[in-house]
């Protein structure tokens, strides 16, 4: 078995993704060979620099569309909502090694310089936003909230090797070419912010940690003591919101 065959098994695709179907008005559509996914843009100037939301799971672009967006213009920066496979109105499958795939057309779908660039990252979403981290290493920042360090835990706890029909070595060495959030932060010198809240009863808080540790340029780690995994904003919406303007301020 390939490393897309893998990561696109369906046990993966059922297991750990749980698309949701969309209404959003106007999608920013971003074609990506055999699908159509339904993205969401909001621009503020042409020339301003651009933040890439992924959303987490059980999640659509549509969750994000008021609040988030606005307040990611109202700091002076447009703002791309990457939508997956399967998910609102996108066409497709929800499909690890595909939604992976899509991380590079969702980028360029822009044609902006990697440096006007970063990248924010939601528990799934930081997944993808890393391998955005890889693809553009010129961008100038990434951002992670309840993000997942250890991919291959996490998938573990959900399937198991012999059920894919490899060994546990096998999926190791396929997660470890292509989910190394290790490798990806340590080797990307833009900026760092990590949000995480102590109370993550989905993704423990050693997550976070271990993603600020592996920063190799200017970072900053922010342990929230209220909230959940899904109340981290809305429990710290002031501190949360001034943190996020307060970074791309400092990049702008």
């Known amino acids: 078995m390939n490393d897309n065959d893998l990561l696109n098994h369906h046990?993966?695709?059922?297991?750990?993704?749980?698309?949701?179907?969309?209404?959003?008005?106007?999608?920013?559509?971003?074609?990506?060979?055999?699908?159509?996914?339904?993205?969401?843009?909001?621009?503020?100037?042409?020339?301003?620099?651009?933040?890439?939301?992924?959303?987490?799971?059980?999640?659509?672009?549509?969750?994000?569309?008021?609040?988030f967006a606005a307040m990611i213009n109202t700091?002076?920066?447009?703002?791309?909502?990457?939508?997956?496979?399967?998910?609102?109105?996108?066409?497709?499958?929800?499909?690890?090694?595909?939604?992976?795939?899509?991380?590079?057309?969702?980028?360029?779908?822009?044609?902006?310089?990697?440096?006007?660039l970063v990248f924010f990252g939601r528990s799934i979403g930081s997944i993808f936003a890393l391998?955005?981290?890889?693809?553009?290493?010129?961008?100038?920042?990434?951002i992670l909230e309840s993000a997942i360090a250890d991919v291959l835990e996490r998938l573990l706890l959900r399937t198991r090797p012999d059920e894919l029909g490899v060994s546990r070595e096998e999926f190791e060495s396929v997660v470890g070419r292509h989910l190394n959030q290790r490798r990806k932060l340590e080797a990307f010198q833009g900026a760092l912010l990590v949000l995480h809240t102590l109370n993550d009863g989905l993704i423990d808080v050693s997550h976070a940690q271990r993603l600020y540790d592996w920063g190799k340029a200017k970072k900053e780690l922010k342990i929230f003591e209220r909230g959940n995994h899904n109340t981290i904003s809305a429990a710290n919406a002031e501190q949360y919101y001034f943190l996020v303007r307060r970074f791309l301020e400092g990049l702008s």
Not at 88 to 116: C, F, Y
Not at 131 to 142: I, K, M, S
């Open 11 to 67: 046990l993966i695709s059922g297991r750990c993704f749980f698309p949701l179907l969309g209404e959003i008005e106007h999608p920013f559509w971003v074609d990506c060979g055999d699908v159509q996914l339904a993205c969401s843009y909001h621009e503020v100037d042409p020339a301003a620099k651009t933040l890439i939301h992924f959303h987490g799971n059980g999640e659509i672009v549509d969750d994000w569309v008021d609040n």
């Open 131 to 142: 391998e955005a981290a890889r693809l553009f290493p010129q961008a100038a920042g990434v």
């Open 75 to 116: 700091a002076g920066w447009n703002c791309l909502l990457a939508e997956y496979r399967c998910y609102g109105r996108s066409t497709g499958r929800a499909q690890l090694g595909r939604i992976l795939e899509d991380v590079g057309p969702i980028v360029r779908s822009l044609k902006r310089q990697e440096q006007s």
